[in-house]
Nanobody, 121 residues
Framework: QVQLVESGGGLVQPEGSLRLSCTATQSIFIMETMAWLRQTQGNQRELVARVFGDGTTFYADSVKDRFTISKDNAENTPYLKMNNLKPEDTGVYSC???????????????WGQGTQVTVSS
């Protein structure tokens, strides 16, 4: 069973930066659409950023100009670079990806468990 595992979270001071990554636990053919979501305290999980197969991106208004989503196609790994972090960015960040395990195989969405990001002085 393929799993996605996030890494790169932690404690950072306001205005600091972190870079999250999301890797699959076994070999896959391709990750197509990839996304990062977060759940902050008292709020529902929200979409933070998404990158589509053609490279186009989407960002939530709250993170525009601060966060950058990218993907390493060779490694099938999505990243989320977060700059100028604010206390309100604190939460559990998780990734999901539409994955094709083998060439011409079906596409299925997989989710990670999440990594904690805490922004505090």
């Amino acid at each position: 069973q393929v799993q996605l595992v996030e890494s790169g979270g932690g404690l950072v001071q306001p205005e600091g930066s972190l870079r999250l990554s999301c890797t699959a636990t076994q070999s896959i053919f391709i990750m197509e659409t990839m996304a990062w979501l977060r759940q902050t305290q008292g709020n529902q999980r929200e979409l933070v950023a998404r990158v589509f197969g053609d490279g186009t991106t989407f960002y939530a208004d709250s993170v525009k100009d601060r966060f950058t989503i990218s993907k390493d196609n060779a490694e099938n790994t999505p990243y989320l670079k977060m700059n100028n972090l604010k206390p309100e960015d604190t939460g559990v960040y998780s990734c999901n990806a539409d994955v094709r395990l083998i060439e011409r195989g079906p596409i299925r969405r997989y989710w990670g468990q999440g990594t904690q990001v805490t922004v505090s002085s």
